[in-house]
């Protein structure tokens, strides 16, 4: 309970006609002291219990109108107070806003016992927020006193980053399936055991082509699978400089984010196990294993929702370090591929250009210090996830292409969802020379696909991505 500046004021003349009485031996001074004081504390007294009467038969209501919402979005929420009988207080119900909204405030007169208002909410940084601390103010008719009890917490708003426009998931320039994290119980399609292999019939997605029994049978055959009811996931997010390409809320890692948010989405709807394992420059920035917890769920959500590229932009002098480097690490790569075709060679040639070009040993260690390829060894070649997911970009093919070849060992299934730097770090004012990086791109795409339990995307803006594939299709128009 505080006392507000008129009851200190009524205190304060009780308090001089005291020293008065004393000073002047004047009873009568004394009397009327002793009379202002205990009316004030008897005012006091019914006051205190006023108020937890109130209190005790006080309901706060605060209620937005959803539960989500995009960054820099507003909302609407009801804030309302209700007594259950008339009270002789006034009633003040505060919601703080904190920390970016403004305060709001809905007031009951003494007699009243219902009152409401609208107001409007919004946040410009993802991430879950309160809507405010609730403060009940109770204050007596003559306003002597008052009295602030806290209410209970306010409900939480999760706010979700602007999600990209013509976000594109595909092959090729293809789109696929929007619920590309999503899997049926007991049904056949694209799940995660394989079944059977069966002839090709009209009607069949052409992503289920098993391309090496067609080759060997010399007609279309596809892979059916069998989806398991519950099925983990492991999801792998880069967070390094170079997924800061592009303009902002146009980013690679604003692509990124939309798939990492669309398996939570599918796991949070089938109850899958889901796990997050977030890589910066430095290694690991979060990790955690698969479980179908509504807790571990908004954390991964968090994760994803908040993520942000780490050491600044990715166009700059580090990202033509980082292409260099991946240069180097393709003409590795290269040499690694003829060894294996000399190996089958036989002659005394090949006997002699073998050692000095297959050294697969030393060729994995130069990866043994690269953020994304020792996160994927650690966390995923621990067996505990039934299915990979890396979103990165292709900045560096040769450090992907080995931790997808972790990432797959044995019985592992992955998908590689990629942003083609090709369609970020640039205009399109020459646009048969971005045609020709996306064509470098589409091949490493098909090589990554080409592996056993490997699914490789494309992740883009799918507007930017058709202008690229119509200036490569009207450049080979004009060349036939």
């Known amino acids: 309970m505080q006392l507000t500046r008129r009851s200190r004021a009524v205190a304060a003349v009780s308090g001089f006609l005291a020293l008065v009485g004393v000073a002047a031996a004047e009873p009568l001074y004394l ?32 209620r937005p109108v959803r539960r989500s919402v995009a960054a820099g979005e507003s909302i609407s929420a009801t804030v309302a107070a209700e007594v259950e009988r008339p009270s002789p207080l006034s009633l003040s119900v505060r919601v703080d806003g904190r920390p970016t909204n403004d305060p709001v405030a809905v007031e009951l007169a003494p007699g009243e016992t219902w009152t409401s208002d609208v107001a409007r909410f919004s946040w410009p940084v993802a991430g879950e927020y309160a809507l405010g601390d609730v403060t009940a103010t109770f204050t007596d008719d003559a306003g002597l006193f008052e009295q602030s009890v806290d209410r209970a917490p306010a409900p939480s708003v999760r706010v979700e980053p602007r999600a990209p426009r013509n976000v594109h998931v595909g092959e090729g320039g293809d789109p696929i399936s929007p619920g590309f994290g999503e899997h049926d119980a007991g049904r056949f399609g694209s799940g995660v055991e394989p079944v059977e292999v069966r002839q090709y019939v009209p009607g069949d997605a052409v992503r289920q082509i098993d391309w090496k029994a067609t080759a060997r049978l010399g007609e279309a055959y596809v892979r059916e699978f069998e989806a398991e009811t519950d099925r983990e996931t492991m999801l792998f997010l880069d967070q390094r400089a170079g997924m800061a390409d592009g303009p902002d809320g146009e980013r690679k890692l604003d692509y990124a984010r939309a798939v990492g948010l669309a398996f939570v989405r599918s796991a949070g709807e089938l109850r899958d196990p889901l796990g997050i394992c977030a890589v910066g420059d430095d290694g690991v920035l979060a990790a955690r294993d698969p479980t179908a917890s509504d807790d571990a769920l908004s954390a991964v959500r968090a994760a994803v929702t908040e993520a942000t590229p780490t050491a600044g932009g990715g166009s700059g002098p580090a990202a033509s370090a980082d292409r260099a480097g991946t240069d180097r690490g393709e003409e590795v790569a290269t040499a690694r591929r003829r060894a294996e075709t000399l190996a089958d060679d036989g002659s005394a040639f090949a006997e002699t250009l073998v050692p000095f070009l297959d050294d697969r040993r030393s060729y994995v260690r130069r990866f043994d210090e690269r953020p994304l390829f020792r996160a994927v060894r650690t966390y995923a070649a621990a067996g505990s996830a039934v299915r990979t997911v890396l979103v990165t970009d292709d900045g560096d093919r040769a450090e992907l292409r080995e931790a997808v070849r972790v990432a797959s060992r044995g019985e592992g299934q992955v998908a590689v969802f990629l942003t083609p730097t090709a369609l970020f770090d640039g205009d399109l004012a020459d646009v048969e020379a971005v045609y020709d990086r996306y064509v470098g791109f589409e091949e490493f795409r098909r090589e990554l696909a080409a592996m056993d339990g490997v699914e490789a995307y494309e992740v883009g803006p799918g507007d930017r991505l058709t202008t690229v594939l119509r200036a490569g299709r009207t450049r080979r128009r004009d060349a036939a």
């Open 31 to 62: 009397v009327g002291a002793a009379g202002i004081g205990g009316w004030l504390v008897a005012r006091q007294v019914r006051f205190a219990r006023a108020a937890a009467t109130v209190d005790d038969g006080l309901s706060v209501t605060l």
